[in-house]
Each structure stands twice: as structure tokens, then as C-alpha cells.
Nanobody
Framework: QVQLVESGGGLVQAGGSLRLSCAAS????????MGWFRQAPGKEREFVAV????????SYAESVKGRFAISRDNAKNTAYLQMNSLKLEDAAVYFC?????????????????WGQGTQVTVSS
């Protein structure tokens, strides 16, 4: 069974940066798709980004393209989300996801493993 633990969330001013980490345990996820979703209060869970086992295959939500960058270190069984130029609307709980199917789906249902989430708060 794969366990995912996010870290790196916190409070940041608008325009600032944060780097989220997602550490996987239980087995190697080097062949998995890994990604990030987010959910703000009163809103649906929203796709943010996904990366295949090869760092050359990534997909981003239009709302974060050019500001966020997803990456992974398979030797560390860890994925990252570098978030730059943060906006007030980026505030949410960010969830790490993983799935053995090499999907770039934007549906939460496509990902079988989820972390507990890390809070990102953006202040004006």
C-alpha cells in the first residue's frame, strides 16, 4: 500500500513562493503518475498538475501554468510542486496523488492514492 505525506505548506504573501513536497512510502512509485490537486473552502477539488515517471511528461491546469512547476526525484520517492507568483486564489488545501496508471487525467477519480493534504494560505 502506498502512503503519501505532503509537507511545505504555510502562509505566504501574494507574489511569494512555496515548495510543496510529497514523500511516498510503502513501495516505489517511480513508475507511477504523481500529481497535485487542491481544494478551497466551498469549492470542488481541482486538478493542479501531474507528472509521469519521466519528467518530460507533465500537465498543468491553465490557472497555474507558467507559475507552478511539478517535478520528481525517483531516488527519493518524492514529488514536488514549486509554486511561484502565488495569488490569493491559490489558497487551498493541496493534496498529493499517485496512480500506477500513467494518466494525465484531471479527474480525482483517476488517482487511487491520496495524501492527507497540506494547507496553503496566501495573504494580501
Amino acid at each position: 500500500q502506498v502512503q503519501l505525506v505532503e509537507s511545505g505548506g504555510g502562509l505566504v504573501q501574494a507574489g511569494g513562493s512555496l515548495r510543496l513536497s510529497c514523500a511516498a512510502s510503502g513501495r516505489s512509485v517511480s513508475s507511477y503518475a504523481m500529481g497535485w490537486f487542491r481544494q478551497a473552502p466551498g469549492k470542488e477539488r481541482e486538478f493542479v498538475a501531474v507528472i509521469w515517471r519521466s519528467a518530460g511528461v507533465t500537465s498543468y491546469a491553465e490557472s497555474v501554468k507558467g507559475r507552478f512547476a511539478i517535478s520528481r526525484d525517483n531516488a527519493k520517492n518524492t514529488a514536488y510542486l514549486q509554486m511561484n507568483s502565488l495569488k490569493l486564489e491559490d489558497a487551498a488545501v493541496y493534496f498529493c496523488v499517485a496512480d500506477p496508471r500513467l494518466t494525465t487525467s484531471r479527474s480525482p477519480d483517476a488517482y487511487g492514492h491520496w495524501g492527507q493534504g497540506t494547507q496553503v494560505t496566501v495573504s494580501s
